[in-house]
């Protein structure tokens, strides 16, 4: 009778992490991104190895991982502007058609034997631009597809959940992908896996929650965005912590080709197994966040999750045993992914709705903006003192930003108890 009752308990509480599917259009969204977010992870292994076989340089591995996201630091403000503004599900279709093309571009380079360094950096740098505009979009597209704030705490963690699982699958298919019929073939499978997000962004009906707002001069309204994320203390902390833990945390993924290659002494598998443990701790992260209830305890979680990713960055960053390190970037995949769902959590949890699309376009460009500018400096760095302690350096610095956020943590749950 026992044993029968904790099942149920267990089964309860599996369903509560899931509750956000109850809403047909979010179902729809989330099955359709089941697809395409393998295809993209498939993809971003591929290239990294392409990357680095190409050219053996660490530095332009940070190059493109610059160029990849530098559009966001100045596109995304003025996108979430228009997220305030425009129909979020029709651009969501234009944003990932333009996604499917590069991708499919990047299919014939590749198989036609063309590919250079400057054509990856080209679409690289229009994929971020696409991006740029995606996120905010999507972000604020959450609460139109869930219909109502009860669930939209449990869809950020979904969509993060789903993220994640993708990170971890993806990367681990992608590494046989690779040595089996090339990185071609994986830029074709993320190009194909495109049309399951527009469909299902195509199929759902929704009911636009700023049909008639704000249509006067973007300027003014881009400038009361910010002014009332940067007056609003608790938004404020929050936006200034992921500013910190983009630039120097973030940018490890993009050296991971180097772990994976020179110190661990591996090839695209271990490169695939590095980037699948990273995810799966990432999955175990967003998955915690889907499971708890209420917001009073986020801004302690947190600081949990901010200490586990910058600890174990330090301790990957220092480690040269294969399996040792497959276990750290776990760790550390699951503080870095699980801190970001959180602060995503916090700010659209607290924000006005009439301001959404610009407070968490300025979140995403806390990170997404930042983070080239970390890689960049970081692959600038690197050849000097070695991409180890570059990275043990970046790991301390998240480290002494949470120690600093949690003076500012009982001004925030002040905000959000209340």
């Avoid at 917001?295 to 600081?303: A, E, K, T, Y």
């Amino acid at each position: 009778m026992f044993r029968y009752l904790d099942i149920n308990s267990y089964l309860h509480k599996v369903g509560f992490a899931f509750r956000a599917l109850q809403s047909p259009s979010f179902r729809l969204f989330f099955y359709g991104q089941t697809v395409s977010l393998l295809g993209t992870f498939i993809q971003n292994l591929a290239l990294g190895w392409l990357i680095y076989r190409l050219t053996d340089s660490p530095f332009l591995l940070g190059v493109v991982g610059f160029t990849g996201q530098i559009p966001s630091l100045v596109l995304t403000p003025f996108a979430g502007v228009f997220a305030d503004r425009l129909n979020r599900r029709k651009v969501l279709v234009v944003t990932q058609t333009i996604s499917m093309v590069m991708a499919l571009l990047l299919t014939f380079l590749v198989f036609s034997g063309r590919i250079a360094i400057w054509h990856i950096i080209a679409i690289s740098v229009v994929n971020g631009m696409s991006l740029a505009f995606d996120t905010p979009f999507r972000h604020a597209f959450l609460l139109e597809m869930v219909g109502g704030k009860d669930l939209l705490q449990n869809a950020i963690a979904l969509n993060s959940t789903l993220i994640n699982s993708a990170r971890f699958i993806g990367p681990t298919l992608g590494g046989f992908l690779i040595a089996w019929l090339g990185e071609g073939y994986c830029f074709l499978i993320n190009g194909i896996s495109f049309l399951a997000v527009i469909a299902s962004l195509l199929s759902m009906k929704v009911v636009p929650l700023n049909r008639g707002r704000h249509r006067g001069s973007v300027v003014r309204d881009l400038l009361e965005g910010f002014r009332y994320s940067f007056n609003f203390k608790p938004i404020r902390y929050l936006l200034y912590f992921v500013v910190v833990m983009g630039f120097f945390g973030l940018p490890f993924q993009v050296f991971l080709p180097v772990f994976a290659k020179d110190i661990l002494q591996g090839n695209s598998q271990m490169l695939g197994y590095l980037t699948g443990s990273m995810g799966a701790g990432a999955l175990m992260g967003a998955f915690y966040l889907a499971s708890r209830k209420g917001m009073c305890s986020i801004p302690r979680v947190i600081l949990f999750t901010s200490v586990t990713a910058g600890v174990g960055l330090v301790a990957f960053s220092l480690s040269t045993n294969p399996m040792l390190s497959v276990v750290l970037v776990f760790f550390t995949g699951f503080g870095m992914i699980a801190q970001f769902a959180a602060v995503n959590t916090l700010i659209q949890h607290i924000v006005d709705e009439d301001k959404r699309g610009r407070v968490v376009a300025l979140y995403g460009m806390s990170f997404m903006g930042i983070t080239p500018i970390g890689s960049l400096l970081l692959g600038g760095i690197a050849p000097w003192v070695g991409v180890p302690f570059t990275l043990v350096g970046a790991g301390l610095c998240c480290l002494l930003a949470t120690f600093t956020f949690a003076k500012r943590v009982p001004i925030i749950q002040k905000e959000v108890c209340q």
